[in-house]
């Protein structure tokens, strides 16, 4: 039970972190190693969510609607930061962001598979 306290901290600071991460203002040039950087970025972030919201919710939520609450928590960073005059909203970005949310489900729902 401890463990999963835990994981519930650290969702909900991941969730706070990506929240003010995607709405301050970018002072600097991001540097950039190659052109899909950023979409990497997102892909990780919200994979990383998932993991962590399966972690501390898979037990009592359905999959499907903690992938639904993600996408709708994406969508809306970026409808919030097409809001901005210093941030775009991009459907790219949500791509990823659905990218990586659906690839921690079907790698969960696989694993979930493999140890029946």
């Known amino acids: ?6 994981y519930g901290f650290m969702f909900w600071a991941a969730v706070l972190m ?20 950023d979409k990497l970025h997102h892909f990780l972030a919200y ?8 972690k501390v919710y898979g037990d009592s939520i359905a999959l499907w609607k903690i992938a639904i609450a993600l996408m709708f928590f994406g969508l809306g960073i970026e409808l919030a930061q097409s809001l901005t005059d210093y941030r775009l909203g991009e459907a790219k970005d949500l791509l990823a962001n659905t990218l ?7 790698l969960n729902l696989i694993l979930r598979k493999v140890s029946e």
């Open 18 to 37: 990506v929240l003010l991460l995607s709405l301050i203002p970018l002072s600097a040039p991001q540097l950039s190693v190659f052109n899909w950087q």
């Open 100 to 106: 990586g949310i659906l690839s921690v489900i079907f």
């Open 47 to 54: 994979g990383f969510l998932c993991f962590l919201a399966i």
């Open 1 to 6: 039970m401890q463990i999963n306290k835990v």
